[in-house]
């Protein structure tokens, strides 16, 4: 969730959350730094890495050909749980984070508490397009910054600035003017325009 990873020097000093480090040959360090110590790792050999949990039960990712509206259909339609949930659930879609989910949820002009089993094929289809667009966007803006990203090489990412309802709370839809709400489901703020994203729609 906020771990991140670091290439420095090997005499560099070892900051004290940085809990595992892959030391090169050339001198350099790869650094793993995880202050909230979320992050796991295995040590598995190539031929089985399919065997891990963690890879194995992997979602599908946003940018894979492999993410269709009928693969997204036949996950969701027999889920009586909200669209953000299941947006969130990676072994359903891999890399949709609480800020995509909800950005993708926009897009696609879905209230983020409809039910699974009452999405339609074309909402599914709405879903594929949105979530491939904006995280191919944020790829291309080095991600985004609210509160504790940097890259490695000390570069905060700039898709903040494409936000559309992230974070908006009380602020004008940049669509209708509406002003944005925040919800709380499944423990995760949700933010949605109740204009843009009737529940009924």
């Given amino acids: 969730m906020e771990g991140k990873y670091f290439i420095k020097d090997h005499h560099e000093e070892i900051n004290k959350h940085e ?45 894979d050909d492999k993410l269709t ?10 889920r009586k749980l909200p669209m953000k949930t299941l947006l969130l659930d990676q072994t359903i879609i ?16 879905i209230n983020p508490q409809k039910l699974g089993t009452d999405i339609t094929l074309d909402e599914c289809a709405s879903i594929v397009c949105a979530a491939r667009q904006i995280i191919l966007a944020a790829i291309k803006c080095g991600g985004t910054t609210i509160r504790s990203y940097t890259s490695s090489l000390g570069v905060t990412g700039r898709f903040q600035q494409n936000l559309m309802v992230h974070k908006r709370e009380n602020q004008e839809c940049k669509i ?3 002003m944005i709400k925040r919800v709380v489901i499944g423990g995760r703020s949700s933010y949605y325009c109740e204009n843009c994203q009737k529940i009924n729609d």
Avoid: W
């Fill in 94 to 109: 891999s890399g949709l984070g609480n800020i995509y989910a909800d950005e993708v949820l926009f897009a696609s002009r």
């Fill in 19 to 63: 809990h595992v480090i892959f030391e090169f040959v050339d001198g350099t360090d790869l650094r793993y730094h995880d202050t909230r110590k979320f992050g796991r790792m295995n040590l598995v050999l190539k031929e089985n890495l399919e065997t891990v949990e963690g890879v194995h039960k992997q979602g599908i990712e946003p940018i």
């Fill in 176 to 178: 209708c003017q509406t």
């Fill in 69 to 78: 509206k009928e693969y997204l259909f036949n996950n969701f339609k027999k």
